[in-house]
């Protein structure tokens, strides 16, 4: 389910309406009350000329003329109308390419949503299924699901995720389990890449190289309003630094669109424009939540997440190998590896059992070597 809201602090007219149609609307206009004026014994010669709106003949309003003086002051209200137009608009600042790239946003963006309480136990229900050691963080979502059903908000609402937890247990597997299960755009940031913060929400255009962030682009090419955002390892994200000497790190560009009063209304760097970003699904994900600033941690409390145990690990490999239609031969082997006290020691992770899948599904679906 999904309704539409808008989403740009933005006006757009028509681009039909320009400098030529706004001249012919007023000279029209001008002959209509010149019409009124005219005295009635003017009028019998020609009073059985037929409407020019019918595509008939001459209207009596074509016999009336426009000076030169006419035309000045047309002209002269015309251009003040596009230029108040123009200012209208919120967008005059942007680049035409910019401004066609917005135009997209200009009937609204859908607002994905649950059908009712019961569709958001099966969510639930699907997530828990195939991530149990994940029930703290499903928890959360599932009674944010159902919450949004019973206060009646048009589109779902999930607060900001923040999944603490050891690496390799599927953390950002969860994120976009969720997605696929929502029918929404998934977007993953890694934290640790260059420049992290602006990777999300875009550079202004007086830094170098300025270009609009992925939260915006997701939104623009999915036009959906509440999409799924991971940011993975988000304490491990390093601060960019203009060309004069300003830091700008990720925690501030996140706190922002973390609540949702601010977020509502908030500013893109890049396009200068606001936007309605109060209904994006955030999901940060740790390694040691520790390190991460207090602003940032009273935003998103931390969900602590476990290891998982062997057994979660080789019923996980076991699901897997169902969706993949591996042999119960190599599903038992990669269960039987996955067990041998040598990897034990390590706690195997679900990247290392993922990696072991690939390969035995390149290794049976693959050519015949002959």
């Known amino acids: 389910m999904s309704n539409t809201i808008p989403f740009i602090e933005a ?7 320009g400098r030529i149609e706004f001249e012919t609307r007023l000279k029209k206009h001008l002959r209509k009350l010149r019409c009124g004026k005219i005295p009635p014994e003017l009028l019998t010669p020609i009073s059985d000329v037929e409407d020019a709106d019918d595509g008939q003949g001459p209207d009596l309003m074509d016999f009336i003329g426009i000076s030169a003086h006419d035309a000045t002051r047309i002209n002269r209200r015309v ?16 680049k035409s390419d910019d401004r066609a790239r917005l135009e997209v946003l200009k009937d609204g963006v859908r607002l994905i949503s649950i059908r009712n309480e019961h569709h958001a136990d099966e969510l639930a229900a699907a997530l828990h299924e195939d991530m ?15 919450r949004s059903w019973r206060e009646g908000a048009p589109g779902l609402r ?11 247990i599927g953390k950002s597997r969860l994120a976009r389990l969720l997605g696929k299960l929502l029918s929404t755009s998934t977007t993953v940031i890694e934290a640790t890449g260059e420049n992290a913060s602006f990777g999300i929400v875009g550079s202004q255009r007086g830094w170098s190289g300025s270009y609009p962030g992925r939260l915006i682009e997701t939104v623009l090419q999915s036009r959906i309003a509440n999409p799924v955002m991971v940011v993975d390892e988000v304490e491990k994200a390093g601060r ?43 999901v940060l994900t740790s390694n040691d939540c520790r390190l991460l600033p207090e602003p940032l941690l ?8 476990r290891h998982l145990t062997l057994a979660e690990l080789q019923a996980f490999v076991r699901r897997e ?14 269960c039987e590896i996955l067990s041998h006290p040598s990897l034990q020691r390590h706690r195997p992770s679900l990247r290392v059992a993922a990696r072991m899948l690939q390969r035995a599904a390149d ?3 693959g050519p015949t070597l002959h």
């Open 79 to 94: 251009m003040r109308l596009l230029e108040r137009r123009k200012a209208a608009s919120g967008l005059e600042h942007l």
């Open 321 to 334: 190998g169902a969706k993949r239609d591996l042999s119960e031969t190599s599903v038992e082997a990669i």
């Open 158 to 168: 999930i607060p900001p995720l923040l999944l603490d937890g050891p690496p390799g």
């Open 363 to 365: 290794l049976e679906q």
């Open 11 to 17: 006006r757009f007219f028509n681009p039909a309406e």
């Open 240 to 282: 960019a630094t203009s060309t004069n000497g300003h830091a700008f790190g990720l925690a501030e560009a996140l706190l922002p669109l973390l609540e949702p009063l601010t977020a509502q209304r908030w500013s893109c760097p890049y396009y200068q424009v606001k936007f309605d970003m109060s209904w994006v699904i955030w």
């Open 298 to 305: 009273s935003r998103c409390p931390p969900i602590r997440l």
């Open 132 to 146: 149990p050691w994940m029930a703290p963080a499903t928890e959360v979502v599932w009674h944010a699901m159902r």
